[in-house]
């Protein structure tokens, strides 16, 4: 009878879902009651209620998650109450302003103390962050009993930006629209908004901006800025302050001034009120991020001022606000000989002339966003300004939500990255968190992923980068291995043989894409505009540094562009540790060999290989690799739900076809200069060059 | 213990789940168990089981939504069987080619049988059909019990129409991106594609037409085919064919012809070709859908070739196949004294040209998706060509996806306007079904609201105008109220009192979104390009009939469009009965006035009051009467999901502020030109015409 009537009620709420199906909106919060008893036992014992004084709604949001969440873990309510008072085996939050002062304002410490785990930290944030740190260690199977563990994070502004467009589109956005529906803000809250902020929370990242940095003057309006307050309400409980990406010309456009000079008393004037404006409307504003005199946006030279005059303008705009200004040097005028030099050209002169409430914000890499890039030269190259290292989690170069890459050991290349800037072991990460040149702010910025889509990044493993970039904001001493072993856990299965099946497949995944699309250092050489897809052979465009033959320089002789002293001389932008590694075409490591060496076709590589050959196998190899991945996740296949397997069986699919796109693309086009043979043991492609220009050319199409 | 246990299971999925809120995903096929016991039961007794040869694909979608759609509503499993046999109390699906000649191919019928109710039809579709039809049954509390039902659909292609982009956004649509994935077609189909055909199925539409209307040439390719395809596969079993929007200049851009004239032979050769290519891939292929020489599109008027020609060459070019052009006549030149017009002279003097496998498709009204316009004078004027009506559901004049407007009403006003085509009752219903005409092709086409929103409309009420059109195109005889309240107890509520607030509140949004922005007749005074919020000022635009005082003719006189023998004489297109009804400005409905006359201010209408006063207070009343929905939203707050309450609400509260910027707008503007003081006992706004101008241009910045 009990069993008739469980099984009845399961029938019901079978019948009224749509699907059971694993839809992939709960993220890494899955809380999926813990399959092994034991296991699930044992964390009862230790959380039997949660103690949380729910002074602020911060300590509020960490207690109501640690219900949820363990809840869920053990398929038994946690109770939540004031005080632990007598009671044991429960978990206590604890804000304790004089906490360990080893601990940031952030950081957090979970410790036992009388059969109790107490999550403490100087403010309610670090309290937060410690109740995730906690049912993530339920989460991934560590026990709970006992537990002793403290985090700090290393970079204070720990941020995304989102490239959304007032009207819910979203630049090199590939999950849908945006998440943020203007036209209903501020009266709809969409639930979805604190979902978003949970998830953040989890991993520590602390920021958000909100728009495109592409920028509509219409956030700055009044009416916007109330938008924009209201979503600062939902993120605030969660440790997230707002910020705005600007349109330089606003005062001209919103204010009716007929200039936007930074050096115009009317504009200063201008932006302190608007500062005051915003910071009446959203206390804890966290600041500005600005995109100047670049692509074609207005910004301080069209006035002949300096990037530094606009930023210290905003600065001071600011005034006493605690806020920054986050000035991105993403510059690069039309007809250059190397767009490689431009920002470092215009930025390091400016070194020392910004004020302290500047930040400048700099790719990972000169160009832009590639599968692979050597580090910015401006990383280590400007002691006196603190930079904000940023990154593309939207895979506008990295094929859209149908190929699956995961970025972790990208961001982790770039921050191991040594730029010697003083000495040995001044990596990008430790220029970035300050600690090379003793800078008190600090920043990085991930350019989200995240969309209206049900999974919110299209891809379901595109969820594992917005995850692995908030984890290695958070510390980027970790490993992208045991991050993504991590997602996979939280994410997919806890079942030990497919964690690892998946979490070798997404560590060998980005060098995979790298391999069947950009090889040995090529770069820039996808399809015009949409970036999508191989067009190696675009030659004309609006700019010449839009097209590919810019970037390859493929000719009779070799391939790649010289950036050596008998080139562009690029390379001396950098330190001389970092010209010696880079600049010889014999040592040179291949990774980033054609970014700086054009060689010829037929030299021979450290591989044994020549150019030519060592390109037609990394192609071939690296489109053969896709059925690896193929591989990977079937055999993973019995310990995933159902959909999502399915689901990302079907991308794979797709990125196998396009991987032989890339292939065939590439391999033909480059044949046809190379005038080479493709190499043993390799077939040479079955359709024409025509074939493929004609198939790639297609997607050009409005 | 039996209770502690289903209680504890119940926290499992609780806590398992991000939230048990109504997301809406659901639409009206909820399936929620019946609440009340004995109408459950007496359902229970009448569906024991479905008996289904399940001979092909439609019969089986047809008994697995029988499944689970019972299977929910009953709150217990319902097994599908392949014959019933002997046994009784159940539903016996049965395809019968001899049935009834009275009932059409779609046409369903349902009646008890030896104690079993049978659906039948003469094919698949129809049993399809017939299923929703029983389910619709059960939802609205109707008795299954000797149910004795038929129905055929009036009319023949009941289609929605997607604007929807390749990059995924979708013109005018205001819930989120495209649910079509043009990069994972056709290796994967998002699941959403079979719940969106279910939709679809459930009220009768029986085709799609995939892509924009200002389409994009890629639709047209192999790879594009393909992917097409894959969507044809899932539409197939639910009853759908797709459909193609086609760029004109294809085959130059595609086919590398030099030209995209229609009489030339290579154009037709390629353009026949691709009709046979696109057959082979998809057998049951709909046709085409045209835009052609409108708003910048290319056509046969590039080659001085008339809509004819275009659309006879495209439909020889479908050959043999069973398919169809529909070319839109939405078409209007540059310059025109009166678009309204427009259409009318060049498409009228067409009639009897065109290919029988042609029709023609005609927006509801002369200008385009107002709240409220006449009837299109292309009805009853093209006796030989059969006309598909087109209506627009998606918001793009009606306030996006925070207006509540439910538009059953607007499309049943156009349906049965009198043409008087044939003498009276020659309504446009009947010339639109071919019943005037006696056409056998007939066609209505709904623009899709539809978007990859969790919800799919982003108002939840958008899915009753989804619903509403589907209804109406099936039996234009339906009444819309009718309509309103099964949706609602499908979607909403079962709760009596709070079905007929809801029903009463749906039935008067239309009007009331009439009269806060355009009452009496005004028109096309919204926001430019974008359509959003009023802007009655507009002078200047790329075309003067993108302005707001082309339309409304405000001066020192009086207000309104002249369109007697006096002005345009656009009224002389419509038959003589339709003239006199209209043509006095003392007798012509308030509804349509300024759509013919250019009124004085002062002059008395019929209410008694000046036009002046009347304006003024359709604009007042019309504002507040929005604190009428709201308050009738509040009464049905108990019966409702909390969730979607507080979405709906929520919504609710910007439609009054917006409201409110149109009263003002509208009020303040026509107040400067009238120099009427606002009639007691209205205030008049506290806020300047100069505010309320800066406040809605703010949505004019890029």
């Known amino acids: 009878m009990l069993l008739r009537n469980v099984l009845l009620l399961f029938l019901c709420l079978a019948a009224a879902a749509p699907s059971r199906a694993d839809d992939g909106y709960r993220l890494w919060l899955k809380y999926d009651r813990v399959a092994n008893t034991a296991e699930r036992q044992q964390v009862a014992r230790a959380a039997q209620f949660v103690a949380s004084p729910g002074s602020t709604p911060v300590l509020r949001a960490a207690s109501a998650e640690l219900q949820r969440g363990l809840s ?36 957090y410490r979970i410790f036992p103390e009388k059969n109790n785990l107490v999550i403490t930290g100087r403010t309610d944030r670090a309290v937060l962050y410690g109740a995730f740190a906690l049912l993530r260690q339920v989460q991934t199977g560590q026990p709970l009993a006992g537990l002793s563990l403290s985090s700090s994070p290393r970079i204070n502004f720990r941020l995304l930006n989102h490239w959304d467009n007032p009207n819910g589109t979203v630049e090199r956005g590939y999950a849908g629209s945006s998440i943020w529906k203007w036209y209903e803000l501020p009266e709809r809250l969409d639930p979805r908004y604190t979902d978003y902020a949970r998830a953040n929370a989890s991993i520590g990242i602390n920021g958000v901006v909100v728009n495109n940095v592409n920028a509509s003057a219409r956030y700055l309006s009044a009416e916007y800025i109330g938008k924009v307050a209201a979503l600062a309400g939902v993120l605030r409980p969660y440790g997230q302050r707002v910020y705005l990406s600007v349109f330089w010309a606003a005062p001209k456009v919103l204010g009716g001034l007929a200039t936007a000079d930074p050096l115009d008393p009317a504009v200063k004037q201008w932006w302190a009120a608007k500062s005051d404006e915003i910071y009446k409307a959203i206390p804890d504003f ?69 004020d302290p409430k500047v930040l400048v914000q700099v790719k990972n890499g000169p160009i832009d966003f590639m599968a692979r890039e050597p580090f910015h030269p401006l990383f280590g190259a400007m002691p006196r300004t603190p930079l904000v290292l940023e990154v593309q989690l939207t895979q506008e170069y990295l094929g859209f939500a149908t190929h699956l890459v995961y970025l972790g050991p990208l961001i982790k290349e770039v921050l191991e990255a040594d730029t010697y800037a003083k000495g040995p072991g001044s990596t990008v990460a430790r220029v970035v968190d300050g600690s090379v040149d003793n800078h008190a702010l600090s920043a990085i910025a991930g350019v989200a992923n995240i969309g209206s889509d049900r999974n919110w990044t299209g891809h379901p493993v595109g969820q594992a980068n917005w995850y692995a970039f908030g984890r290695l904001a958070w510390d980027h001493e970790l490993d992208p291995a045991a991050i993504a072993r991590e997602w996979t856990r939280m994410t997919l299965t806890t079942e030990p043989a497919a964690v690892r099946t998946i979490t070798d497949l997404l560590g060998q995944s980005r060098s995979i894409y790298v391999r069947y699309t950009m090889p040995l250092g090529l770069h820039h050489i996808m399809g015009e505009s949409i970036h999508y897809g191989p067009q190696p052979w675009l030659a004309k465009s609006g700019r010449p540094d839009w097209t590919a033959v810019y970037y390859h320089k493929a000719d009779s002789i070799g391939l790649g562009f010289d950036r050596t002293a008998t080139g562009s001389n690029a390379l001396a932008l950098y330190k001389p540790e970092v010209q010696k590694e880079w600049g ?90 190379a005038k080479q043979p493709i190499p043993a043991p390799f077939a040479p492609p079955t359709r024409s060059l025509a074939d493929i220009k004609q198939l790639v050319q297609l997607y050009q199409l409005k």
């Open 72 to 107: 869920g873990l053990l398929g038994q309510a946690v109770p939540v109450v004031a005080t632990a008072g007598s009671r044991t085996g429960g978990i206590v939050l604890r804000v304790d302003a004089s906490a360990s002062p080893a601990l940031k304002a952030e950081g």
């Open 286 to 354: 966290g600041g500005f991020l600005v995109k100047a005199n670049s692509e074609g946006e207005p910004g301080p030279q069209d006035y002949n001022r300096t990037h530094a005059d606009g930023a210290n303008m905003l600065a001071q705009a600011l005034g006493h606000h605690d806020g920054v200004v986050m000035w991105r040097a993403f510059v690069y005028q039309a007809g250059s000989k190397d767009r490689f030099k431009q920002a470092y050209e215009e930025f390091q002169p400016l070194d020392g002339k910004f």
């Open 584 to 673: 010889n075409a014999q040592t040179c490591p291949l990774n980033y060999l054609l970014w700086f060496h054009h060689v010829p076709w037929t030299q021979k590589l450290s591989t044994g290989r020549t150019l030519w050959n060592e390109l037609a196998t990394r192609y071939y190899t690296g489109a053969d690799s896709v059925l690896w991945l193929q591989k990977q996740w079937l055999a993973a296949r019995p310990a995933l739900d159902p959909a999502l397997y399915a689901d990302v069986a079907a991308r794979l699919q797709t990125q196998r076809k396009e991987a032989l796109w890339w292939r065939d693309a590439c391999v033909l086009y480059f044949q046809s200069i």
